[in-house]
């Protein structure tokens, strides 16, 4: 007798936000927005699909590598703008911390340094910690805020101006910034700094044909295999779901139409799924490069950016 697969099982924390948020009506869709980051990497498997999706051949070639090339080439002037003496490295949605590792390679036996990864999964900073560790090149930073969703930013930073480790490096790479709500993220990081901190920001800019690469993402399967576990814990079954993309509000927008009526029961509620229903998964905002200055421009004083040659990735220096 062959074994029932496991009905999906339900996440109280997924669950709910869909029920606190609702939908909204686009014509005659339904629409049920639940993009957020911190959905997205509730499990070690949900975070490791991320990690999976981040070393996928075509996404390293659409993104990451676009990135590490421009770190690669404007390292020296970023450290130069960071200064001498102990030196704090904030890392901002660390991941699993590859792309520190170029910063402090390049600091290491010259400075002072302290490693601090923050990131909301817990799996993550555990991989950033391991990787950097290897490196024994400083000191690491392991207490109860690595864990956080930035919101605790100004907190984290005072805490860390302990002793001769005065200045900070913050980085907030592979475009995170995306993920957020752009001014509020900002306006959070700039009350964090002091006069002599640098954030480094590493983001996708909309370079004309943002709506070619967000076909792409609905192509890719490792992208599905990684948003797919979110309708799966609301007790969706692949079958039951399609993945889509669309470039719409200078944001890329990931979303699961529902291709057949299903009713979701738990904890005593239940929400009625129609035919035709799309909910957002994961968004990815993109702005042309000079709309994206600007918003650094509000809040900063001294901006410098250089880009990709495709003109898909931007890697911003910021001081207060």
């Not at 075509?58 to 590490?68: A, G, H």
């Not at 797919?228 to 692949?238: A, V, W």
Request: with cysteine; glycine share 8%; proline share 2%.
């Amino acid at each position: 007798m062959v074994a029932k697969p496991k009905a999906p099982k339900i996440n109280d924390l997924i669950f709910k936000e869909l029920i606190k948020r609702g939908y909204s009506l686009e014509g005659n869709t339904r629409i049920w927005n639940i993009a957020d980051s911190k959905l997205w990497y509730l499990t070690p498997d949900q975070a490791q699909s991320y990690l999976d999706l981040e070393d996928e051949e075509k996404y390293k070639e659409e993104v990451t590598n676009k990135e590490l090339k421009l770190i690669d080439e404007n390292i020296d002037e970023i450290l130069k703008e960071a200064g001498g003496g102990p030196l704090n490295i904030i890392d901002l949605g660390c991941g699993d911390g590859k792309k520190v590792v170029k910063f402090i390679e390049k600091l290491k036996g010259k400075v002072k340094l302290r490693y601090c990864p923050i990131d909301i999964s817990g799996y993550m900073v555990s991989k950033a910690i391991e990787r950097i560790k290897k490196l024994k090149a400083g000191e690491i930073v392991e207490f109860q805020w690595n864990i956080s969703d930035f919101e605790n930013i100004e907190n984290i930073t005072e805490l860390l101006r302990q002793g001769e480790f005065k200045k900070h490096l913050i980085l907030l790479l592979g475009n995170t910034l995306g993920n957020f709500e752009i001014n509020e993220l900002l306006y959070e990081i700039r009350s964090s700094m002091k006069g002599n901190d640098l954030l480094v920001i590493g983001n996708g800019i909309d370079n004309g044909k943002v709506d070619t690469r967000a076909e792409s993402y609905e192509k890719n399967e490792t992208v599905d295999r990684f948003l797919i576990k979110i309708p799966f814990q609301l007790g969706l079954k692949p079958s039951e779901i399609e993945i889509g993309t669309r470039f719409k509000n200078s944001r890329i927008e990931l979303y699961y139409t529902i291709k057949k009526d299903k009713v979701i029961k738990f904890q005593e509620k239940e929400i009625q799924f129609q035919k035709g229903d799309q909910i957002i998964v994961a968004v990815g905002y993109k702005y042309p490069k000079e709309e994206f200055m600007s918003y650094l421009n509000i809040h900063f004083d001294d901006v410098s950016a250089k880009t990709s040659e495709d003109g898909t990735q931007i890697l911003a220096l910021c001081k207060k």
